[in-house]
């Protein structure tokens, strides 16, 4: 079975759960009061649940044919192997590791250290443009989002930051 | 009209929302010039900013400018280094790019900003006369009309998919709709679908998804296939030189860019057509009427090849304005970024909007006048200096482009959560992207999700249930034009193919 329709599956299944949350769990609880209006918070849901499901039945069992067509722009998965997947996991790890260290480390070193692994993860080697280039885009970001903008990032690591503000 | 006009005017012409109009174009043609972010992204970044303005005009003002930019920027990296950043500009490679290679790079930058520069303001005229005759109409609607309306809105941007697309189009308006849906709404003062998670309470964030949905996958792309990003080569930065046309050439682009720029618009205003179709559309229409000798220039660098389609899609934008501003729907994942954004500011487009707040309308198409000369005298002449930008080599461009991409999200919700959403949702839409599901359908449903709901419960109160489905003969006749919209390709490609098989010999 190709990709998509494998996706569609996933989608459908995604779409059943949901539909069985709109069909049988929220009207139950719905106060007498609201039962008397034509509409219910789970009415648009049923609706939506019944479409998405009909559709992705449509792409998984193939009813709408697919023109045979390779876009040489597009990403070839039968030759997945050839192309840098490692690099994106890892990328994709490291926004994960920023999200999480964003507020610990305070938003001028979970930035630094993101745009300096970031470089490094794709190859370059040049340490020290490295760290010049990120400390100067970090502290620039912060001034521009925080002065200029007037968006509060804290900047500093978590328990400095309120040493700071204490003092 | 006339009133109208110069209500925009005198709200256009102030210090700071024409520094906004200059800001914007700028910013818009500086980062449109890399690979990987294209105008949804960029407008997805500039939310926060122009959300913190707080005047609409101003932000809506600021957001246009960086659209245009966008724009623009992304067809000049297709002219110098054969990269598009967006699909609209792809047919502006076809002979900017050999132009450029030729050593003429400067001569397609001058068409491409001219035709930019014609097929935006034509635009803009169209649209001026367009919208306001539109949103008279608009006024007679319901809600159960409006509902009808959108239900026809979101079926043509399926329609418009292409062949084999509808059914997956289709699944991810649905999709989309279905994320509007969890969170705590307006309507029912009741959370649905959070599953008990503190952070979904508000419903997913808009940025978020746009964030995830267009800028982290092409981000993904051009890591895992570094011949996507023809950046870091540097040598064509310096080459730019000789900006002019002479007299013979302008007068052979002229009726082009006429032609285009009138095609482009009343494409650009057909939901789900958009800038892309009309830039294809137009190259291969100006291809088609050229005279024998010059369709052989077509693909090596003629020039009406590139005045066709930068032209038709520049008034494309321009028309992609007209229901958005008109009726509140968006056509394209562009303007859809740009309703939650109005949305955001607590500005409902739709018809009421020319009659309460004319200001930001007119303001908007009068900054779209100031948006295109500053890009045609400004911008045009500093081409050699932010091209230099394409000079930067891939391994410090990728991460900031995700940096940009998280910073996108993390500033309009400050809140960690939302970021970990985004790279989930993100890893979801490059998958979508691997099997070819079209995105653009998921964030439109998405943002169309609870004005559609609202109209639905509001047809559904006043009418006490479905009745307003047959009771009000102009919403059953959209909704039968919306079926009829989706069911035809799909029915006509069936045909086509049973006719291709010689089985069919119907008619």
């Given amino acids: 079975m190709a990709l998509d329709r494998w996706i569609a ?17 929220m009207d139950s609880v719905l106060p007498p009061i609201m039962q008397r209006s034509p509409i219910w918070p789970s009415s648009f849901p049923k609706v939506l649940a019944v479409g998405a499901i009909l559709f992705s039945l449509a792409i998984v069992l193939g009813l709408e044919k697919a023109p045979e067509k390779k876009d040489a722009a597009d990403i070839n998965l039968s ?3 050839d192309y840098n997947v490692g690099q994106a996991l890892m990328l994709l790890g490291l926004m994960v590791a920023y999200a999480l260290l964003l507020r610990p480390l305070g938003f ?3 930035t630094f250290l993101f745009l300096f692994l970031g470089s490094f993860i794709l190859g370059e080697r040049r340490f020290v443009l490295m760290a ?8 620039c970001v912060w001034y521009l989002v925080d002065a200029v903008l ?3 990032l804290s900047p500093l690591p978590g328990f400095m930051n309120s040493v700071a503000s204490g003092g | 009209m006339f009133e109208g006009i110069m209500t925009g005017l005198a709200t256009a012409f102030t210090f700071t929302n024409i520094m906004m109009v200059i800001g914007g174009c ?3 043609t500086f980062i449109g010039m890399l690979p990987g972010l294209g105008p949804m992204s960029i407008i997805a970044i500039m939310i926060p900013v122009a959300i913190t303005i707080g005047d609409p005009s101003t932000a809506l003002i600021l957001l246009a400018g960086v659209y245009y930019g966008a724009v623009f920027g992304g067809s000049t990296s297709s002219i110098l280094i054969n990269a598009p950043g967006v699909a609209s500009t792809v047919a502006t490679s076809f002979d900017g790019y050999p132009l450029a290679r030729s050593g003429q790079a400067g001569k397609a930058l001058t068409v491409a900003a001219i035709s930019s520069f014609a097929g935006g303001s034509i635009g803009a005229i169209l649209l001026m006369i367009f919208a306001p005759m539109l949103a008279s109409v608009a006024l007679l609607f319901h809600s159960s009309e409006y509902f009808a309306l959108m239900v026809v809105g979101l079926s043509a941007i399926a329609a418009f998919a292409g062949t084999g697309q509808v059914a997956k189009a289709l699944l991810m308006t649905f999709l989309g709709l279905i994320m509007a849906t969890v969170g705590e709404g307006v309507l029912f003062n009741m959370p649905r679908f959070t599953m008990g998670i503190m952070d979904l309470q508000s419903g997913f964030g808009f940025i978020t998804l746009a964030m995830a949905m267009f800028a982290l996958p092409e981000a993904i792309y051009l890591v895992l296939d570094p011949s996507r990003s023809k950046t870091g080569d540097g040598e064509d930065g310096g080459k730019i030189t000789n900006l002019r046309i002479n007299r013979q050439e302008a007068k052979s682009i002229a009726p082009v860019i006429g032609r285009q720029s009138l095609q482009g618009f009343f494409i650009g205003v057909l939901p789900g057509a958009g800038a892309t179709i009309a830039s294809f559309l137009g190259y291969a229409v100006e291809r088609n009427i050229a005279p024998k000798e010059e369709q052989e220039q077509f693909g090596k660098g003629a020039i009406k090849g590139i005045a066709a389609p930068e032209s038709a899609n520049n008034a494309a934008c321009t028309g992609s304005f007209v229901p958005l501003l008109t009726l509140g729907i968006p056509g394209s994942g562009t303007t859809a970024i740009l309703l939650g954004a109005l949305i955001a500011l607590n500005v409902s487009p739709g018809p009421r909007l020319m009659v309460d707040e004319p200001q930001i309308f007119w303001a908007v198409i009068i900054s779209m006048y100031l948006g295109n000369l500053v890009l045609l005298i400004l911008n045009l002449p500093l081409i050699p200096y932010i091209a230099k930008v394409l000079a930067v080599p891939r391994n410090f461009l990728i991460p900031f482009i995700l940096f940009f991409t998280l910073m996108g999200a993390y500033i309009g919700q400050n809140n960690a959560t939302e970021l970990l959403i985004l790279v989930g ?3 979801c839409a490059t998958i979508l992207r691997f099997a070819d599901y079209p995105l653009a359908p998921l964030l439109i449903g998405f943002i169309l999700g609870p004005l559609l709901e609202n109209n639905f419960s509001r047809a559904m109160q006043l009418y006490d249930g479905m009745g307003f489905i047959w009771s009000r003969p102009m919403t059953l006749g959209l909704l039968i034009f919306a079926v009829v919209l989706v069911v035809l390709p799909s029915y006509r490609a069936r045909r086509a193919r049973a006719r291709a098989e010689g089985v069919a010999d119907g008619d």
Avoid: D, N
Wanted: contains cysteine.
């Fill in chain 2, 26 to 28: 700028l910013i818009g």
């Fill in chain 1, 9 to 25: 599956f996933v989608i459908l299944l995604v779409c059943m759960a949901y539909g069985y949350a709109a069909y049988f769990t």
């Fill in chain 1, 108 to 110: 001028l070193a979970a």
């Fill in chain 1, 150 to 152: 007037g968006i509060f």
């Fill in chain 2, 425 to 427: 949702f993100g890893i």
């Fill in chain 1, 79 to 81: 030759r997945l192997g």
């Fill in chain 1, 132 to 139: 010049v280039v990120a400390a100067i885009a970090a502290g």
